[in-house]
């Protein structure tokens, strides 16, 4: 449903107010969210009862982070058309003073709210009329008054909103998506549409329900995007090449520009994948169900034919949108153990009809891709395995297997064919980007490098190879894991956007999210914009889907940035609720953050971070000498440099803000006589309590 665009108001949740005239750049408070998932903000020193304003996607977005109720922003107020006015944000400064999400604590004489936000100290009382139906751990959001508050003493505030419990083995991921404000469920109407939608038939499609697409994927997924084919190419004019099938589920024939489930798919602009459950882009009817590409059903498909060379390069591909049937569901695994030699009921029969014909491809496709030389950054992901009581049972290390560099090679080749065609056919699309690092980070990385006595020409170009063989170079030696963590935080973030720069991680001129189009809103736009594009229907890009692609894309990156922070915090705290009986033992660990405040150890076993404060390190002023990311004793000289192994003991494990304090038992590196002495920028006294801990750098995604 087209959104309506209000005449000379600012669009307010409740009722249009008269606009009368923000500043151009104000700092504002987020206040509100309405229905349709809009957030709204407030001036902060502006009247407690006056206009609000809908914050818009902006450039700034995709560093600032996520906005969530609570948060306080700095924001541009731009107006548009029609006399409406938008606040674009420009940077995140944080949370607001007025609400918090918080664990009510009951005392005989008083109710306190205590914030999950490890950054805030301060706990809010809440007053006893307010208080009847509160209960001991319940999880609440809490407005803090503001009228009459005194400059000194405890806060005051009213709840708002009861989350969930304590106590609740999810309330990990329910404490994640309220503080980060992901959209959950969907409208009536957005489940009515799901529910209507009918089987596929081959009328206009293509019948490949005789090619033998399988799907691998890791074994408790319940949406099946994409399946996988390859055969040798009988054309004699392509000796030992090879054609290669990617089908991807369309998702385009059920999910209708301007209808319920598009605006609610746009909004919440991916899925969100948590240890306990997942927050899905699309109802369950259609994302496990009707566009899920399920065993031995017949589903509609867009899918690309892609013929390489024995070299691996491409020699021509091709889209059709069709009609298939999955031979098999595999799971990573089980694929992986098949071609290792062990194949069971389901892998056995087809071992040579399908298997050893996808990893033979592969071989030729992996050829072309070391040639291409994308960054190849090391990098362990934890599983979170829950038990039957919904508590964590074990945190295990995600097994690399050849199996996902198959799957992952494919989709990353059809996601090229998708964004070649799009712009052959001159046809608008959302592009994924990566920039190539920028010149301060380059010369943070050489700085860095110098440290350890490794050369890096500073006015050479940053070219993929050059990182790669500088991994290459320290692999397996004793500098590896710190140069790896550094190159990895030398790269940009990828983002999406109508205007191509290419994909510098990968390598490639022209990239687009192609082939994940039940948990990617991007996926769908470039999916409409093929079968507009090549005339395979009349369900492809609309004019409103035009004329906001950037909005679009400014959106979903945000949307991807919000979803990202949401899952790591819940991790931080299923974590920390695991380790919560472990307190006093001791484990081994990497020093993979260093700051002005204390040092961040990644636990070898589980990978969980922690901090070190440097209140706990010793007697002594501690450097933060940002050059070689270590902290330096001003007065002995001692050294705690990031990457190396350490051994801690865990003091403090927090379930419910995911904090983890840690007590150093290794002892420093010996100062180097030869070596300079730091510049004194931040300083941190041993033995003395340091402040909080901010924000850790995120993961990133290609």
């Not at 922690?610 to 390190?617: A, E, N, Y």
């Amino acid at each position: 449903m087209a959104r309506k665009t209000a005449q000379r108001f600012s669009r307010t949740p409740r009722k249009a107010r008269r606009d009368d005239g923000p500043p151009p750049v104000g700092v504002a408070d987020v206040v509100e969210r309405d229905a349709d998932g809009d957030l709204f903000v407030r001036l902060t020193k502006g009247d407690p009862d006056g206009p609000m304003w809908r914050l818009a996607p902006g450039a700034g977005e995709a560093s600032a982070g996520a906005p969530g109720l609570g948060d306080r922003l700095l924001v541009r107020f731009e107006r548009l058309e029609g006399g409406e006015t938008e606040a674009r944000l420009i940077k995140h400064l944080g949370q607001s003073v007025h609400r918090i999400l918080g664990v009510v604590r009951k005392a005989r004489r008083e109710i306190r709210v205590e914030p999950v936000d490890r950054k805030s100290r301060d706990s809010v009382l809440i007053p006893p009329s307010e208080s009847a139906d509160l209960r001991d751990g319940d999880l609440v959001l809490v407005q803090i008054n503001t009228e009459g508050r005194r400059p000194h003493g405890p806060k005051s505030g009213r709840v708002l909103e009861t989350v969930g419990r304590e106590d609740d083995p999810r309330a990990a991921s329910l404490l994640a998506i309220h503080a980060h404000g992901v959209p959950t469920g969907f409208s009536a109407a957005a489940e009515a549409e799901a529910e209507a939608a009918k089987p596929p038939t081959l009328a206009g499609r293509t019948d490949l329900r005789q090619l033998p697409l399988v799907t691998i994927d890791p074994p408790d997924a319940r949406d099946h995007d994409d399946a996988v084919y390859a055969e040798p190419d009988e054309d004699p004019k392509n000796p030992g090449g090879w054609i290669v099938w990617v089908a991807i589920a369309d998702v385009a024939a059920y999910v209708r520009p301007g209808s319920a489930l598009d605006h609610e798919a746009r909004e919440k602009g991916n899925s969100v994948y948590f240890p306990d459950r997942v927050e899905p882009m699309l109802p369950e009817t259609l994302s496990a169900g009707l566009c899920s590409l399920i065993e031995r059903q017949a589903r509609a498909c867009l899918a690309v034919r892609m013929v390489f060379d024995a070299q691996g390069a491409k020699r021509s591909h091709r889209f059709s949108r069709g009609l298939m049937r999955s031979a098999a569901k595999l799971s990573y695994e089980q694929a992986q153990t098949a071609i290792d030699g062990r194949p069971d009921d389901a892998t056995g029969p087809l071992m040579e009809a399908v298997l050893r014909p996808l990893w033979t491809a592969y071989g030729v496709l992996k050829a072309a891709r070391d040639r291409r030389s994308p960054v190849e950054i090391d990098s362990v992901e934890r599983r979170i395995v829950l038990g039957a009581d919904g508590k964590v049972a074990s945190i295990r290390p995600r097994e690399s297997l050849e199996a996902h560099k198959l799957i992952e090679e494919c989709m990353i080749q059809a996601n090229v064919c998708a964004a070649e065609t799009l712009e052959q056919r001159r046809s608008p699309l959302i592009y994924r980007v990566h920039d190539a690092p920028s010149e301060a980070k380059l010369q943070a990385l050489a700085d860095f490098l110098a440290t350890l006595a490794i050369p890096w020409n500073k006015g050479e170009a940053a070219r993929t190879e050059r990182f790669n063989r500088l991994l290459a170079q320290v692999r397996g030696g004793p500098h590896f894991e710190i140069v790896n963590e550094v190159v990895l935080r030398t790269q940009m973030q990828a983002i999406y956007s109508p205007e191509n720069i290419g994909h510098f991680g990968l390598n490639l001129d022209r990239y687009a999210h192609f082939t994940s189009p039940i948990r990617r809103y991007a996926d769908l736009i470039v999916h409409r914009a093929l079968i507009t594009a090549l005339g395979l229907g009349d369900d492809g890009l609309s004019g409103e889907d035009v004329a906001r692609l950037k909005e679009t894309a400014e959106h979903i990156t945000l949307a991807e940035r919000r979803a990202m922070a949401a899952e790591r915090d819940a991790t931080d705290r299923y974590v920390a609720a695991f380790l919560e009986d472990k307190t006093g033992a001791d484990f081994t660990g990497r020093i993979t953050g260093v700051t002005r405040f204390g040092l961040f150890v990644r636990l070898s076993e589980t990978g969980a971070d922690g901090l070190v404060p440097v209140s706990s390190l010793g007697d002594d002023y501690f450097v933060h000498d940002e050059a070689s990311h270590a902290l330096v004793g001003e007065r002995t000289g001692v050294r705690w440099r990031l990457g190396r192994v350490v051994e801690v003991r865990l003091k403090e494990a927090t379930p419910i803000t995911g904090g983890l304090i840690l007590e150093m038992l290794s002892e420093p590196e010996v100062r180097d006589p030869k070596a300079r002495p730091p510049r004194p920028a931040f300083r941190g006294r041993g033995n003395r309590a340091g402040p909080s801990p901010g924000p850790r750098g995120g993961r990133r995604s290609s």
